[in-house]
């Protein structure tokens, strides 16, 4: 406290107002005292308060702000300051961006099917991110107000920045078609035939290799985008353009001579041309363009031929007239596939006359169908044939002669099926049984067909009128046109003749009856036939199985919301050229717009079909070649929200299958097994599983439907089916010399049935009934799948349908998987807990009954550990053939990775991680000495 005295003196007065100014003044000048004040902003306070002062170093004192009456422009100096800390803001945000963009390069990688270098197109993509970033950033000062110190440079490098992405986007365009068209102009063939686009291409890749040189010595990714060093992207973009037209237009005429090049990918495509010159190399493109060849056998010399052909069904079928294959490859294949169908035209014209001279009371042993110079699809027409011709005379024979004939085609009927049981079990090989199968699987339902008719209805009716009679399908064989027609009411269609392989014979039922009546009087009205349900009722299937009754090749196309009109229209041209027919599977999940374009593209065709062309317009302004033979089919989900156009749905005619008839299916799989209780049996599963649908817990894995019924019934069929060891397992079972066991099932379905003597079709041998067998097959594949509340539900609801069954006996699992098992246990250190080790074995189970197996369970149940147990276990005993292991994790990629894409730029398709995986591990070679895990 100062004395009262001092107060009162001017020192004081005068010390104490310079001190009070002081402390107005400090705040003020802190304010000025920031790094972001510039000299700009300096002259800008000199103009707000009217004086002048020197910024030297050496003449700038603080008496100069003071003497500058701050206080009164108060307000605009703290704009000022705020202004230029914004500004400052905006300059570090500028700077960094300039920084981050002066020194990022481009990253190279080696081309994988050639010389020279390609850009990374992953890092590359990052790089355009990071463009789009930087632009974005930059946006944003430009619309800041403060941004007037630093416009120029911020427009300069927003506008390097959008040049670089536009370069960058161009250059991978170019990079594209380059890397497309590179190969294919390099050598080969196909650069012998076009030799002015190879001189054109020489050019383009020389000056891209001068792009890929400089760009490598570049030090910035800006800096070489932005220079005149990539002027010449657009020409090249242009030429390249120019070299693809010309090579679609080659490709267009290759596909012209042999259409069904158009069902595979313009890559594909490329790759069979580019090895014309090695035939032998193309056995694994020929599925892709064969339903049932595998393979070709070339003969060795100068003048190669093509003498027979590998199939599926492990028997190679000898050509009636041999193919030279020393010209052009669509050429020999367009000639393979017509020798093909004189082949099987001449083996079925064979069987024919076999079955002609047969009198109605003749014996017909199992070996008139089957044999090794008949394919498999030939035994089931020669059933069709047979049946049709005793059917037919059975209900033409006159009043009196009635109940003889009938008698006589019911006895001709049972014997067939009688001798065909018979010999399955002398069958040792799974191509062997699956032949038998089939016929059974036929046979049972002709024989069901011919049980249902009227036979006294002739009386009134005729044959031709008889509705029950013309609702079915029908085959005959006419000798004054040396053809097979197939015949379904009023409609009648020619036999194709195509060679389509062994495939698992469709139990057919009257859905599936209804479903071919209406197709034959979609194709004879020349329209599209759809059928309409949700999935696992049998559309695509059924579809199928016409076609192979009818001997074309079906060709499905799995529709999605990415397939485009240009990819419907070449389906098209491909179908209507090769007489083909195409089945769209999923039809109304294409988008609206493209099902527009697809209703034009569909009525041209049914126009010129109606009008009897050769050769008719397509929409795109092209004259395309028509084979009446084509047909177009589709099957549709009602669960899908997409609804066709009216202009669409007045092209198809519609079946709806909705319920399949699951107990014929039982039935008639049973009896062809070899099931004397098929009826009983049949009855009882379908309603064990309708129990187990409505009594269970709902869970998402849980399916009691069509495909879980399937899956049981070939279990019981084809488990096991094919070992090497069947024989020598039989003598060791037998070791005594007494009564050897029929064989094709052994070891594996050891570990179904839980017992080493059963077989499918020998019930004297075997310790277990009937109801037996099929109710441990039943426990053994869904016991696995059931959550613990439902086991004991599942058992009760066995034990209810199947009181005599031992239902709560727990299922054996195969001795020597839980034996490998525990050893693995062992030498892995690991605690072989019972209730583990069953679920290991019943993996080892299911994995052998399906396709693919869901573990299902909580964090820390011991799910993956368990199936690096088995598949080490599995390999290490050498139970199976060495197991591969190969682990994805969809999570770190996009659906479009995993599964595949269409490319917007090229329409062309880019193959997917797991499609990659699944074509490797489904490879032919490695299949017969890899079992691959897909995980």
């Given at each position: 406290k100062c004395l009262p005295i001092l107060t009162s003196t001017k020192a004081y007065c005068q010390v104490r107002d310079i001190i009070v100014n002081m402390q107005h003044y400090l705040p003020l000048l802190r304010l000025l005292h920031q790094p972001c004040i510039h000299p700009r902003h300096w002259h800008k306070l000199m103009h707000i308060c009217g004086h002048q002062w020197s910024l030297a170093p050496e003449s700038f004192?603080?008496?100069?702000?003071?003497?500058?009456?701050?206080?009164?422009?108060?307000?605009?100096?703290?704009?000022?300051?705020?202004?230029?800390?914004?500004?400052?803001?905006?300059?570090?945000?500028?700077?960094?961006?300039?920084?981050?963009?002066?020194?990022?390069?481009?990253?190279?990688?080696?081309?994988?099917?050639?010389?020279?270098?390609?850009?990374?197109?992953?890092?590359?993509?990052?790089?355009?991110?990071?463009?789009?970033?930087?632009?974005i950033q930059l946006a944003s000062l430009l619309s800041s107000r403060h941004i007037d110190a630093f416009k120029e440079e911020a427009e300069h490098w927003m506008m390097q920045l959008a040049v670089t992405s536009e370069t960058l986007t161009s250059w991978l365009e170019v990079q594209g078609a380059w890397m497309h068209i590179e190969a294919v102009f390099s050598g080969g063939l196909i650069a012998k035939q076009m030799p002015h686009e190879v001189r054109r291409f020489a050019m383009i890749d020389q000056q891209w290799s001068k792009i890929i040189t400089r760009a490598k010595a570049s030090p910035s990714v800006v800096q070489f985008c932005s220079g005149n060093d990539l002027a010449v992207l657009p020409s090249l973009a242009e030429q390249l353009s120019e070299c693809q037209r010309r090579l679609c237009v080659y490709l267009e005429e290759k596909r012209g001579i042999f259409p069904r090049l158009y069902f595979v990918s313009e890559g594909v495509l490329l790759e069979i041309l580019a090895q014309a010159s090695q035939p032998t190399c193309l056995g694994s493109y020929l599925p892709s363009i064969f339903s049932g060849i595998t393979g070709i056998v070339v003969t060795e010399g100068d003048d190669p031929q093509i003498t027979k052909v590998e199939t599926a069904e492990g028997r190679p079928l000898h050509l009636k007239n041999p193919v030279c294959c020393g010209g052009n490859v669509e050429e020999w294949l367009n000639d393979l596939r017509k020798a093909m169908q004189q082949t099987v035209h001449e083996s079925?014209?064979?069987?024919?006359?076999?079955?002609?001279?047969?009198?109605?009371?003749?014996?017909?042993?199992?070996?008139?169908?089957?044999?090794?110079?008949?394919?498999?699809?030939?035994?089931?027409?020669?059933?069709?044939?047979?049946?049709?011709?005793?059917?037919?005379?059975?209900?033409?024979?006159?009043?009196?002669?009635?109940?003889?004939?009938?008698?006589?085609?019911?006895?001709?009927?049972?014997?067939?099926?009688?001798?065909?049981?018979?010999?399955?079990?002398?069958?040792?090989?799974?191509?062997?049984?699956?032949?038998?199968?089939?016929?059974?699987?036929?046979?049972?339902?002709?024989?069901?067909?011919w049980t249902s008719l009227n036979i006294p209805r002739v009386a009134r009716d005729s044959i031709y009128t008889l509705w029950d009679w013309i609702r079915l399908v029908r085959v005959h064989w006419k000798s004054d046109g040396n053809t097979c027609v197939i015949q379904n009411v009023d409609a009648e269609l020619q036999y194709?003749?195509?060679?389509?392989?062994?495939?698992?014979?469709?139990?057919?039922?009257?859905?599936?009856?209804?479903?071919?009546?209406?197709?034959?009087?979609?194709?004879t009205l020349h329209l599209a036939g759809a059928a309409v349900g949700p999935a696992g009722t049998g559309k695509t299937e059924t579809i199928k199985e016409l076609g192979r009754i009818c001997g074309h090749l079906v060709v499905v196309f799995n529709c999605s919301d990415i397939m485009d009109s240009s990819g419907t229209?070449?389906?098209?041209?491909?179908?209507?050229?090769?007489?083909?027919?195409?089945?769209?599977?999923?039809?109304?999940r294409i988008r609206s717009s493209v099902l527009s374009v697809l209703a034009s593209q569909l009525t041209a065709i049914f126009n010129g079909l109606k009008k009897r062309l050769s050769e008719f317009m397509f929409t795109d302004g092209r004259s395309c070649k028509l084979n009446s033979a084509v047909a177009t089919f589709a099957t549709l989900n009602p669960t899908d929200t997409q609804l066709l156009p009216q202009n669409l749905k007045m092209l198809f005619r519609t079946v709806a299958m909705t319920i399949p008839d699951s107990r014929i299916i039982i039935k008639t799989k049973l009896a062809?097994?070899?099931?004397?209780?098929?009826?009983?049996?049949?009855?009882?599963?379908?309603?064990?599983?309708?129990?187990?649908?409505?009594?269970?817990?709902?869970?998402?894995?849980?399916d009691f439907g069509l495909r879980s019924i399937l899956s049981v019934l070939r279990t019981l069929a084809f488990v096991g089916v094919g070992c090497k060891d069947n024989q020598q397992e039989a003598k060791e079972s037998n070791p005594a010399g007494g009564p050897t066991p029929p064989q094709g099932l052994t070891r594996r379905t050891r570990s179904f049935l839980g017992s080493p003597n059963f077989t499918s079709g020998d019930q004297q041998q075997s310790s277990q009934s009937e109801e037996n067998v099929l109710v441990t097959v039943l426990m053994n594949i869904n016991l696995p799948r059931l959550a613990q509340e439902d086991t004991v539900s599942f058992k009760s609801l066995v034990q209810l349908v199947f009181p005599t069954s031992n239902a709560n006996k727990q299922p054996r699992e195969a001795s020597s998987v839980c034996k490998a098992l525990e050893e693995r246990c062992q030498q892995m250190k690991l605690s072989s807990v019972d209730s583990w080790m069953r679920k290991a074995a019943q993996l080892y189970t299911t994995k052998i009954a399906r396709h693919g197996v869901l573990l299902a369970g909580p964090a820390g149940s011991g799910k993956t550990k368990l199936l690096e147990v088995l598949i080490s276990a599995l390999t290490h005993s050498k139970i199976e053939a060495r197991n591969r292991e190969v682990r994805l994790n969809p999570r770190t990629v996009t659906s479009g990775q995993m599964f595949g894409s269409l490319n917007p730029v090229t329409n062309e398709w880019n193959k997917g991680i797991f499609s990659t995986i699944w074509k490797y591990a489904n490879n032919q070679k490695l299949l017969k000495t890899h079992v691959t895990w897909i995980v």
């Open positions: 004192r603080i008496r100069n702000l003071l003497s500058a009456n701050l206080l009164q422009v108060r307000e605009g100096l703290e704009e000022l300051v705020l202004c230029a800390t914004k500004e400052s803001n905006i300059e570090n945000c500028l700077n960094r961006v300039t920084e981050q963009w002066k020194t990022r390069k481009l990253e190279f990688s080696k081309h994988p099917k050639g010389n020279g270098f390609i850009l990374k197109v992953d890092d590359t993509l990052t790089v355009k991110d990071a463009l789009e970033e930087g632009q079925l014209r064979n069987a024919a006359l076999e079955l002609s001279v047969l009198h109605p009371t003749d014996k017909v042993d199992a070996s008139l169908f089957v044999s090794d110079e008949k394919p498999s699809q030939i035994s089931v027409l020669m059933l069709y044939l047979l049946w049709t011709t005793d059917v037919s005379a059975a209900l033409s024979a006159p009043r009196g002669e009635q109940r003889r004939s009938a008698n006589d085609c019911t006895k001709r009927l049972r014997e067939i099926m009688t001798s065909l049981l018979e010999n399955k079990k002398l069958s040792i090989t799974r191509q062997g049984l699956l032949s038998y199968d089939s016929l059974l699987v036929c046979l049972v339902y002709l024989t069901d067909l194709g003749f195509e060679y389509l392989g062994h495939k698992e014979q469709l139990v057919a039922t009257p859905l599936t009856d209804r479903c071919y009546m209406t197709m034959f009087q979609a194709i229209a070449t389906m098209f041209r491909g179908l209507v050229q090769s007489g083909d027919w195409g089945c769209f599977d999923e039809f109304n062809a097994i070899g099931f004397r209780e098929a009826s009983t049996l049949a009855r009882k599963f379908d309603v064990l599983y309708k129990l187990a649908s409505w009594q269970l817990s709902h869970r998402l894995h849980y």
